[in-house]
T-cell receptor, first 114, second 113 residues
Framework: AQTVTQSQPEMSVQEAETVTLSCTYD???????LFWYKQPPSRQMILVIR??????QNATENRFSVNFQKAAKSFSLKISDSQLGDAAMYFC???????????FGTGTRLQVTL | EAQVTQNPRYLITVTGKKLTVTCSQN?????MSWYRQDPGLGLRQIYY???????DKGDVPEGYKVSRKEKRNFPLILESPSPNQTSLYFC????????????FGQGTRLTVV
């Protein structure tokens, strides 16, 4: 079974600084996607970024980028120029094989301070 | 506007009283699923459906039922709720495929006393 591990329950970053959230996963499948979701206090789940396992180039969406290390099964999220609105719970998720099921990590709560 | 609508957003009920949480999507998605979110455990899949009349168990199906009579609707049924089902519930829908974006409802905060 696939597993997703987020080892940082909480992180803190100062406004305008950069922070990296860690995620590792375990799978025996060759074709899969990885996702980062943001959950602000409103509880809405918002897709931040996605990465295909076959693509070596790391995905980037504005201030959000990933460091995808396939051999190490690592998928970290970097947030640059952090803003107060980035404060949220962040979930790493995996989808692979023939399923559309998302397997989530336990989440990292990000606090942004002035 | 593309959306997944869940109702109710908040619900307090008593042990054993049957309840239904509704979920509806307007994107003609084939795949729908229910997750529960608990502190320290992330989101775990309860049930999923690949299309009308096709449903299957996820990772934590005990105590739940679902049905998919129409493509747009995927209700979650708790026939005899217990306190350990107190949780935050999310419905999600997507097209079938690895890279498709999953759209989530607003969440239902359920408390069983």
């Amino acid at each position: 079974a696939q597993t997703v591990t987020q080892s940082q329950p909480e992180m803190s970053v100062q406004e305008a600084e950069t922070v990296t959230l860690s995620c590792t996963y375990d799978t025996s499948e060759s074709d899969y996607y990885l996702f980062w979701y943001k959950q602000p206090p409103s509880r809405q789940m918002i897709l931040v970024i996605r990465q295909e396992a076959y693509k070596q180039q790391n995905a980037t969406e504005n201030r959000f980028s990933v460091n995808f290390q396939k051999a190490a099964k690592s998928f970290s999220l970097k947030i640059s120029d952090s803003q107060l609105g980035d404060a949220a719970m962040y979930f790493c998720a995996y989808r692979g094989g023939t399923a559309s099921k998302l397997t989530f990590g336990t989440g990292t709560r990000l606090q942004v301070t002035l | 506007e593309a959306q997944v609508t869940q109702n109710p957003r908040y619900l307090i009920t008593v042990t054993g009283k049957k309840l239904t949480v509704t979920c509806s999507q307007n994107m003609n998605h084939e795949y729908m699923s229910w997750y529960r979110q608990d502190p320290g455990l992330g989101l775990r899949q309860i049930y999923y459906s690949m299309n009308v009349e096709v449903t299957d168990k996820g990772d934590v199906p005990e105590g739940y039922k679902v049905s998919r009579k129409e493509k747009r609707n995927f209700p979650l049924i708790l026939e005899s709720p217990s306190p350990n089902q107190t949780s935050l519930y999310f419905c999600a829908s997507s097209r079938y495929g690895l890279n498709t974006e999953a759209f989530f409802g607003q969440g239902t905060r359920l408390t069983v006393v």
